[in-house]
């Protein structure tokens, strides 16, 4: 075994430094003594033969390794172990200490292997062949040729160079492991010394098997070879294992486990050393519209391209992963904090600056994008799943606001105060909600409510929905009791309305998380079941982010929602990233125009807009809702644009429960006047019949 990669860029460490260079001069005090005890004893070996063919086969071996990974360290493994070992055997006196260098040497110059590294290999095999010639020499039994050894001493004397030749070898190097992981040499040694026992263990003994073999009965030298070959065609499939087991075959990337556990690794580490690390979750935008419009091909041309730019982007010492579908992660083993980290996640969302070029699709250039949630360790993260639950959450929170990336904040994790004092008020009565109306554009007719969330902090006093509920989505385990608690006050003030007589429908803004959850559709339909309500009463309001994380899941939702006779309303529509074709393949029933639009209608442009976005809702068999209708002037012009329902600060502002039911107890004669048209009005089917 010995070093391969450098494990960091740039300078090695101080006390590395002067560790390699301590060895080194070891190495060359030992290749010193060997050289003089051969001068005074010759060097002619023993067998001639032998000793020709053991060092070139030493020298080819060591051309041929088999690559490890061991922790984030390359290690490599070559059979020209059992060769150093059978060398001591043939030449006489410490020639083999100065053959091995030579071939060790020889080796790595061959493989472009960095002078130090070089330097330092074959300084390791001075020292412990050294020290294996000494064992033999102490025990009488270098002469393995001229005096054939019988007896236990022998045997044990051969064992112990075997073993010793091994120690020294692998304690040299695990003293470079530990400084460069920040461990403790004792229990770097402990964790690793077998490590390399079923490879290298197995190949010093069989030096000298291919000595006696190879001096006595030349001709079957290559039977006992094999034996080598054996070993490396083994450690080789052990390696392509390893290899197969780690890494995602179409990136080339790790796979979500080798990620993880260098993460366990690398987190081990810095909570030894104090350093911290930054773990970058990444998820493509519309990965699946690409995929399903212009196929696998292109699709896998993206994922490959987006790794190749992410590894360029990425600092060498970086650890880049394929997670699986079209997510990515990073792991930057040190860091010295959020600014660094930052910076780091500029350059990783520049690898959507460019488009994509795919051979396979013959269109243009696709412009992928995606988002990047990244947590830093630290005192609010300890494990590697909470640091992966942070940076997640904060990507999902990007690509809810369209950044390129997001950090996670600590202050939203669970037994933050934050987290507690939502916790509290999803609970309690800080949280309450208002109601918006909806009118029929054609008979005024109040069709439905939409209830919006409040939060009257104690402290803070009022809270917008559009904060606590992005905070409430970047944190674990939150907006799904949230929303169960919207529904539920919801459908209680459905029904106190439905008492009074008003037969309206409710809506209700549902999270894009929510729809992730499997069982969303059940907490619905019992929510529904426990107030006595029929779902044609309630829609729920989604926006276009819900179907960009797991579209075939958030449809699948979305589908048996409609199926219990629930509506289900495109919220914003317009705002986001929608994209036309999305909406024919989305089980929808209404679609609210952002208000963006109703805000730019006064232009000839904004108008033609408008009634561009209602004949889309309408093709779709969908109702269309105009938002932000602020005053009657916008409220005709809608009516007058096509859309069916009206909703804004110029019908009615968001109110509470007891000022809605007196403001429908106001319009109650004009309702009355409406009532019997509304069936003529020809509204989508969702809408219920009165
Ligand atoms: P939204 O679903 O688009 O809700 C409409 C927002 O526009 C509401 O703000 C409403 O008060 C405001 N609005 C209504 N008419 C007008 C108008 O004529 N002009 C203007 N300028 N604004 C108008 P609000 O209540 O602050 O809610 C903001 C957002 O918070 C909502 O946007 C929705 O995305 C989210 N939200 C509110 N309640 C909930 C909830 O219970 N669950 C979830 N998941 N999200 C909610
Ligand atoms: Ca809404
Ligand atoms: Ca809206």
Redesign the pocket.
Same mark, same amino acid.
């Given at each position: 075994m010995r070093q391969e990669e450098p494990p960091t860029s740039g300078g090695l460490p101080g006390a590395l430094r002067v560790y390699v260079a301590g060895v080194i001069a070891s190495g060359l005090v030992v290749g010193a003594l060997a050289f003089r005890v051969g001068v005074e004893e010759g060097f002619a070996p023993h067998a001639p033969f032998l000793a020709v063919v053991f060092a070139i086969t030493m020298v080819v071996a060591e051309v041929l390794p088999v690559q490890f990974l061991r922790k984030e360290d390359q290690v490599v493994t070559t059979v020209s172990l059992a060769y150093f070992c059978g060398m001591i055997f043939v030449l006489p006196g410490y020639g083999a200490v100065l053959a091995a260098a030579a071939a060790s040497a020889s080796a790595d110059a061959l493989r472009r292997i960095s002078p130090v590294k070089l330097a330092f290999n074959a300084a390791m095999f001075m020292l412990s062949i050294f020290a294996g010639t000494l064992v033999l020499r102490m025990g009488g039994a270098q002469d393995l040729l001229t005096m054939p050894q019988t007896g236990v001493g022998f045997l044990i004397t051969t064992f112990a160079a075997c073993a010793v030749i091994y120690l020294v070898n692998n304690l040299l190097l695990l003293r470079v492991v530990s400084i460069l992981e920040g461990d403790r040499y004792l229990a770097t040694v402990r964790r690793d010394l077998l490590a390399s026992l079923p490879t290298d263990g197995m190949l010093l003994p069989l030096g000298p098997i291919l000595v006696v073999v190879g001096s006595s009965h030349p001709v079957l030298l290559p039977f006992a070879m094999l034996l080598t070959a054996v070993v490396y065609v083994s450690a080789k499939v052990a390696a392509e294992c390893q290899h197969d087991a780690t890494r995602d075959p179409l990136s080339g990337l790790l796979n979500r486990r080798a990620f993880d556990a260098s993460a366990e690794a690398a987190l081990e580490k810095g909570q030894r050393t104090g350093t911290r690390l930054a773990m970058y979750l990444m998820d493509l935008n519309g990965f699946k519209a690409i995929n399903d419009s212009l196929g696998h091909h292109v699709g896998d041309e993206v994922i490959t391209g987006i790794a190749e730019r992410l590894v360029a982007a990425a600092p060498p010492d970086a650890i880049v992963a394929r997670m699986g579908g079209d997510e990515f992660a990073v792991l930057l083993p040190e860091i010295s904090g959020t600014e660094a980290a930052v910076e780091i996640a500029e350059r990783l969302s520049a690898v959507f600056d460019a488009p994509i070029s795919p051979d396979h699709a013959r269109e243009a250039d696709l412009a992928v994008t995606g988002s990047i949630g990244l947590a830093v360790s630290g005192p609010g993260w300890s494990t590697v799943t909470e640091l992966a639950r942070a940076a997640d959450a904060a990507m999902y929170a990007c690509k809810r606001r369209s950044n390129r990336y997001l950090v996670a904040n600590p202050d939203l994790q669970p037994g933050s105060e934050h987290h507690r004092s939502l916790q509290e008020a999803i609970a309690g009565d800080q949280m309450y909600l208002v109601y !918006?109306p909806l009118l029929d554009t054609r008979t005024e007719a109040v069709l439905a409510f939409?209830?919006?969330?409040r939060w009257e902090h104690p402290e803070h006093g009022m809270i $917008?929905? #559009?904060e606590f /509920?992005q905070d409430m989505e970047a944190m674990s385990g939150l907006i799904g009791p949230f929303?169960e608690r #919207?529904l539920d006050d919801a459908l209680l003030a459905l029904a106190s309305m439905h008492a009074a007589g008003h037969m309206v429908q409710v809506q #209700?803004? /549902? $999270?894009p998380l929510n729809l992730a959850d499997p069982s969303f559709v059940s907490t619905v339909v019992e929510a529904l079941d426990r107030h006595d309500i029929d779902g044609r009463w309630l829609v729920l &309001?989604i926006t276009e982010t819900a179907l960009m994380a797991d579209a075939d899941a958030a449809r699948r939702t979305l589908a048996e929602l409609l199926s219990f006779g629930i509506g289900v309303a495109m919220?914003?529509f317009g705002s986001g990233h929608s994209s036309l074709s999305m909406l024919k393949d989305i089980p929808l029933t209404g679609l609210k125009i952002d208000?963006s639009f109703t805000a730019d209608s006064h232009s000839e442009r904004g108008e033609a807009m408008l009634r561009m976005l209602v004949q889309l809702a309408h093709i779709h068999g969908l109702q269309s809702t105009a938002? @932000? #209708? &602020?005053d009657k002037v916008l409220q005709r012009r809608m009516a007058a644009v096509g859309f069916d329902v009206v !909703?804004?600060? @110029?019908i009615g502002r968001?109110m509470s429960l007891d000022q809605t039911l007196a403001w429908l107890a106001g319009r109650a004669s004009l309702d009355l006047a409406v009532e019997l048209n509304v069936a003529e009005a020809g509204l989508p089917q969702h809408v219920p019949n009165r």
């Open positions: !918006q939409e209830a919006l969330a $917008s929905p #559009v /509920i929303t #919207v #209700v803004n /549902i $999270s &309001e919220d914003d208000r938002e @932000g #209708v &602020e !909703q804004g600060y @110029g968001p």
